[in-house]
């Protein structure tokens, strides 16, 4: 059983999936599960995931049987997920390559942990954005 499932509700992000896809699968902790939910979109997006799918075990696509919504497919990777934790990662974003297995280690101490997040900009400068009452994920890497 995967120690950690990161569920990406899936629609319309051909231009972004691959990338975090990528940062799924290089993950520090190897013992995940990626699940891709096909909300129906009309681009490239899941023969992107498949592409990648064919690669690695640990991508599962599921597909809708029609558009739900981002929330609706959410709920259907949880019911598809095989691991006691979750993780949602929009496929339009990325993590950072240690995020499960500190995520791992920190929820041990708390019911939920959510992390904030760094805005980039095309150039490729990084503007911090964090949001209010949460345990701050620069701390956790000290």
């Known amino acids: 059983m995967p120690k950690v499932s990161i569920i990406l509700p899936t629609f319309n ?10 940062s799924c699968i290089n993950q520090s902790l190897k013992d995940i599960e990626i699940i891709v939910v096909d909300d129906l979109g009309s681009d490239n997006s899941i023969k992107i995931a498949k592409e990648e ?7 599962k696509i599921i597909h809708n049987e029609k558009n739900l919504g981002t929330f609706a497919s959410r709920n259907v990777g949880v019911l598809n997920s095989n ?3 979750i993780m949602f990662l929009d496929p339009d ?11 791992l280690k920190e929820i041990k101490e708390a019911n939920l942990l959510r992390f904030g997040f760094a805005k980039i900009d095309e150039m490729g400068g990084g503007i911090e954005e964090n949001l209010p009452n949460y345990k701050d ?6």
Not at 93 to 103: I, P, S
């Open 83 to 85: 691991s006691p934790y």
């Open 137 to 142: 994920y620069e701390e956790l890497k000290n």
């Open 93 to 103: 974003d990325t993590l950072a390559l240690n995020a499960c297995e500190l995520a």
């Open 13 to 22: 992000v051909e231009k972004y999936i691959k990338k975090a896809l990528d």
């Open 53 to 59: 799918a064919l690669k690695d075990k640990r991508i």
